[in-house]
């Protein structure tokens, strides 16, 4: 929930940050992107620490890097370092997205699906929070509403006793010493597999953060007022959340395989009917509702196709924040091409390829019969 929240708080704040520091409206906004480039980073960095130091350490290391970047943000006399400390926070918070997302994907065994569903979900409930908490106390109070958020991480150094410092240890790969290529069909095959996974996490974020960002200015577009377009909105990532609550139980039934196929095709289809005016609001709630479950679902069905590829998670989970980041720029100019009121379209193909990946992916680590 902290770090939906801290995701979120960006935004309401710009007002607030363009005032005290003199920024343009693009300038306030690359408070965001440092948080998200220190979030890849971040990243990155648990991963490699990830089995060497012990979890509890790096997660730890994570909170207190989070708290210090957000108290750090609320004081900064200028944007450079105000800049700088949203970096630093964003670096505890993708040490700790990272972290939780990976021990819960090893952790509960053929219960990740839907622990992980569920972990995500209060990340979403963080996130519908972190807005309403800066509207009611003010956008010109964001200093303090960082420094509360950053007071709030230290207890979580004391819950760290049920996490296990080493992860459980995965039987070897067979050795093949006689082998002379530099890379065997299964090599080859599982890079395969772990790039259309990079594929489908980049799409359907980049599909998440496009919804989010043109919705409101696609239902003006098509008729729709500016409360109806905000309230729809707001449903929208509300969904989200609603969704992976749902599914919990239902990733107990089902594989991942399955969940993953119906999301996508429900999410394709969603959006096609969102291009008719009067559906459109109503579309967009079911975007949500079919998008919640892919992120979280796929990441125990990553673990089992590819379980000695030790920096697959890692790679997955920073490219769907870059997917995230390049979503905006890269719609606005395809946009710029085609209009407003195109925008469910050209997703609806994006989320077509999503669904073409996920139906290769399931073809390609379905377990072979024997012979």
């Known amino acids: 929930m902290l770090i939906g929240a801290l995701q979120a708080f960006y935004g309401p704040a710009i007002p607030a940050l363009r005032e005290e520091f003199g920024l343009s409206p693009s300038v306030a906004g690359l408070g965001l992107s440092a948080h998200f480039v ?3 980073a971040g990243v990155l960095l648990f991963d490699r620490l990830y089995g060497r130091t012990g979890n509890r350490r790096i997660l730890a290391a ?3 890097l989070m708290a210090v970047g957000s108290a750090g943000f609320a004081v900064a006399p200028n944007w450079p370092l105000a800049l ?4 630093l926070a964003g670096f505890g918070f993708g040490g700790i997205d990272y972290g939780l997302n990976q021990l819960f994907a090893v952790g509960f065994g053929h219960r990740s699906t839907a622990m992980l569903n569920i972990l995500n979900a209060h990340f979403g409930i963080g996130a519908i929070l972190g807005p309403v908490l800066i509207g009611v106390v003010g956008a010109e109070h964001y200093p303090v509403v960082f420094l509360v958020f950053a007071l709030a991480n230290l207890p979580l150094l004391f819950c760290l006793r049920g996490v296990r410092d080493s992860p459980p240890r995965l039987p070897q790969p067979a050795q093949h010493p006689a082998s002379t290529e530099a890379s065997t069909p299964a090599d080859r095959a599982l890079r395969s ?10 799409l359907h974020v980049g599909i998440e953060a496009g919804v989010g960002g043109w919705e409101p200015t696609h239902l003006e577009t098509v008729g729709h007022g500016a409360g109806v377009a ?3 909105t707001s449903v929208y990532w509300l969904m989200m959340t609603v969704g992976r609550f749902l599914v919990a139980p239902i990733a107990l039934r089902f594989s991942a395989q399955t969940i993953i196929t119906v999301s996508c095709a429900g999410m394709t289809v969603c959006l096609l009917l969102a ?7 109503f579309a967009y709630a079911g975007v949500g509702l079919f998008i919640a479950p892919i992120f979280p679902t796929g ?3 990553l673990h089992r196709a590819a379980p000695h590829a030790r920096r697959a998670g890692a790679v997955v989970i920073a490219a769907s924040m870059m997917g995230g980041v390049a979503a905006g720029p890269a719609l606005g100019k395809v946009i710029e091409w085609s209009g407003v009121r195109a925008v469910p379209l050209l997703l609806a193909a994006v989320s077509a390829v ?5 139906l290769w992916l399931t073809r390609a680590t379905h377990p072979k019969p024997a012979r």
């Open 38 to 40: 220190g979030g890849v």
């Open 275 to 281: 291009a008719v005016p009067d559906l459109a609001p």
């Open 299 to 301: 990441l125990p069905w």
């Open 84 to 87: 700088t400390a949203a970096l």
């Open 230 to 232: 905000a309230t729809a």
């Open 354 to 358: 999503c669904l073409a990946a996920t």
């Open 62 to 64: 994570s909170y207190l």
């Open 193 to 202: 597999v772990l790039a259309v996974f990079v594929t489908l996490y980049v």
